[in-house]
């Protein structure tokens, strides 16, 4: 019987099978970050173990790193302590470290693709539940805890139970208004928050074949807000035209040979998911949430449901809570949510496409009075390149704060958060209580559903806006 | 690791769905550099609430947590494993757990334990009716005990042979330290190296 994409990967990984014990699998590359790494670096110490492969090993600072005034000293001595930590553990163990500062630092799953470092066929992980990411290259790319990152650090391996599979088949054309963040909402409002719990993904079809690896990536970063270990995409000429010439892209002879395998990454027609799931792309629309979590999310032409019409008592119950949170009433109108901030940014749309997408709709147009936008670009390689095409220029001039790179307000452990009851629109990944700061209220949003609900005040698609654009010079 | 055998323990009924590992411990904890001291941090916005079950008095000491369904979903942040642990719970209930909290409780010693929603219910039931009564969580007999409970539950032998013994993971795998060397030996040229070595 043929094989899946994961099985594939998966199989080629295979360092120790024995019965009864889960496959000890090889980690190719092990990204770190300051976060989740400091009680592993401590672990190795106490047991006076080496990091085993520092030529498969790098970190950089994203999680904590201020947006303003990259220059001076970190004003929260706790953040300032957990980033001098990392620099303190990368070089007494000799892992190569882009620290704030560096042109190659950046969130953490934007820095490893853009170096060519993330490849098909390859194992990723790194503590952070978003190295789903990588998967968009045909990677098997995971996330792991505090004690998994020890457990890769000292042998290079990690012991897992191989997950079941899922294919995410999306056929048809995609509408022009859908991008690639509404599609994978919509599939998580579909599915569930636990509907891929104990599955790798693999999202197939017509409609995944056309995204840019861009877009990719956004699909498979968000496959752990449905509860997935991980999220994948055969790779194809898409994939080898991005690689091509990048830092650690092979070359020469070694490229024909990475490529003759790359192109034998992709289901057998013959092989056998545990479970299917079919999504026709034409039927979709601009999608955000209006809940708590991922899943509570709908077209944004609809009305914030009613918890009653739920027949789970369970999710009835959690849209109840939601809707308190969130300051919401049953069956108001999704457009007519204001927001206070708009957050553009993040490992799942803080890469250059999305910037180009938000820019092409903020040209010549204006935040609303009232709004704050803030631009965060994924990496400081994203932000050169926005500088070189002008898009800074886009977004400063319309009234938006152009930032410097890192996770921002995704998670707000910098600087960078709502206020209690303030509400946002936000092109990261997470709604959940709290999440962008105390109190804050979160709508998840593409890159340009962000950037019409800056400019109109409340929750909007480029659709929205035809008849209020500034002419150009005026 | 600590070894886990068997807990007896007083409950806190969590009537959540969906609680996300920044509901355990909010980001701002994770700035902390150590495994300890979470405690405070544990549902930090919630028991802000005094209502909370967590603040009621009756459930004080208690150390057996049974939650709602999909229970650590989001971040893969390990501190919420160790918030749940330094607070002093020693067990988890819930019909569903997200996959990486799992994999962070069980490489911890806090037993996750799977049971169907009905067995939840009447877990909650029992301790909302009676903060006292007890639960008990054999991992040996790989069950759960309560007043008009006894309910199988289901764990990998391995991970149970881990747990049950405390094994250092690290230790076990070094242990195949001639297999990994065969692997490594035999990884193709054209697979990528973040510094020349």
């Known amino acids: 019987m043929g094989r899946t994409l994961a099985e594939k990967v998966w199989d080629d990984h295979v360092v120790r099978r024995a019965d009864g014990e889960p496959d000890l699998l090889f980690i190719d590359l092990h990204l770190l970050h300051e976060v989740t790494s400091p009680q592993a670096f401590d672990g190795l110490r106490q047991a006076g173990r080496p990091v085993r492969r520092l030529d498969l090993t790098i970190a950089t600072e994203d999680h904590n790193t201020p947006t303003l005034d990259i220059d001076k000293p970190i004003a929260d001595p706790v953040s300032r302590a957990q980033l001098e930590t990392l620099r303190k553990n990368c070089a007494e163990f000799g892992v190569r470290l882009h620290p704030l500062g560096d042109v190659e630092q950046g969130v953490v799953h934007v820095v490893g693709p853009q170096l060519g470092l993330t490849q098909p066929g390859t194992t990723v992980v790194c503590g952070d539940s978003h190295t789903s990411t990588h998967g968009a290259f045909g990677a098997l790319a995971f996330g792991i805890g505090t004690s998994q990152v020890e457990h890769v650090l000292a042998t290079q391996t990690l012991p897992l139970a191989r997950p079941r599979t899922m294919a995410i088949t999306v056929e048809g054309e995609l509408p022009d208004s859908v991008t690639a963040k509404d599609l994978i909402l919509a599939i998580i409002a579909r599915i569930g928050t636990g509907g891929g719990q104990g599955y790798i993904l693999e999202y197939r079809g017509s409609a995944i074949e056309k995204l840019s690896m861009e877009a990719r990536m956004t699909i498979c970063n968000m496959s752990i807000e449905a509860g997935a270990r991980a999220g994948m995409i055969a790779p194809d000429e898409t994939t080898f035209a991005y690689l091509k010439g990048r830092d650690h892209a092979p070359e020469g002879k070694d490229w024909d040979a990475a490529v003759e395998y790359w192109k034998t990454l992709r289901t057998d027609d013959d092989a056998v998911f545990d479970a299917e799931v079919v999504i026709d792309g034409a039927s979709l629309a601009p999608f955000v949430t209006w809940g708590t979590n991922p899943g509570q999310g709908a077209p944004l032409s609809a009305n914030v449901p009613d918890p009653a019409s739920y027949e789970d008592a369970s999710e009835r119950h959690a849209a109840e809570k939601a809707l308190e949170y969130m300051g919401l009433t049953a069956g108001q109108p999704l457009r007519e949510i204001g927001v206070d901030t708009v957050f553009v940014g993040s490992c799942t749309n803080g890469r250059i496409e999305d910037l180009r997408n938000a820019a092409s709709v903020l040209e010549g147009r204006k935040v609303a009075d009232g709004v704050r936008m803030l631009v965060v670009p994924g990496s400081v390689r994203v932000a050169l390149q926005a500088v070189e095409e002008g898009l800074d220029k886009v977004f400063t001039a319309a009234g938006a704060e152009w930032r410097h790179a890192g996770c921002s307000m995704c998670l707000g452990m910098n600087p960078d958060q709502l206020a209690p009851g303030e509400r946002s629109a936000s092109t990261s990944n997470r709604n959940f209580e709290g999440r962008q700061g105390k109190g804050g209220r979160t709508h998840l949003v593409s890159p340009q559903v962000a950037a019409a609900t800056a400019v109109l005040g409340h929750l909007a698609s480029p659709a929205d806006l035809s008849d209020v654009r500034t002419p150009a010079g005026v | ?197």
């Open chain 2, 1 to 197: 690791m600590e070894a886990f055998t068997a807990h007896t323990g007083r409950a806190v009924p969590l009537r959540r769905s969906n609680v996300d590992t920044d509901q355990i411990i909010p980001a701002h904890w994770l700035k902390k550099v150590t495994r300890d001291g979470f405690e405070d941090g544990l549902f930090e916005a919630w028991r802000k609430d005094e209502n909370f079950v967590l603040n009621r008095p009756e459930r004080a000491g208690a150390s057996v947590l049974v939650a709602g369904p999909d229970f650590g979903t989001g971040s893969s942040r390990e501190h919420a494993v160790w918030a749940l642990q330094n607070y002093g719970f020693k067990a988890v209930i819930s019909s569903r757990f997200a996959d990486i909290f799992r994999g962070n409780s069980l490489k911890n010693g806090l037993l996750t334990v799977v049971l169907d929603q009905k067995v939840v219910d009447r877990l909650w039931e029992l301790s909302e009716a009676d903060p006292t009564a007890e639960i008990t969580v054999d991992l040996e007999k790989r069950q759960v005990l309560a007043e008009g409970v006894t309910a199988d539950f289901e764990l990998d032998e391995n991970a149970r042979w881990r747990l049950l013994n405390g094994l250092d993971d690290i230790s076990l795998t070094l242990q195949n330290e001639a297999d990994i060397a065969t692997y490594e030996a035999a990884r193709p040229s054209h697979k990528p190296r973040t510094i020349d070595a």
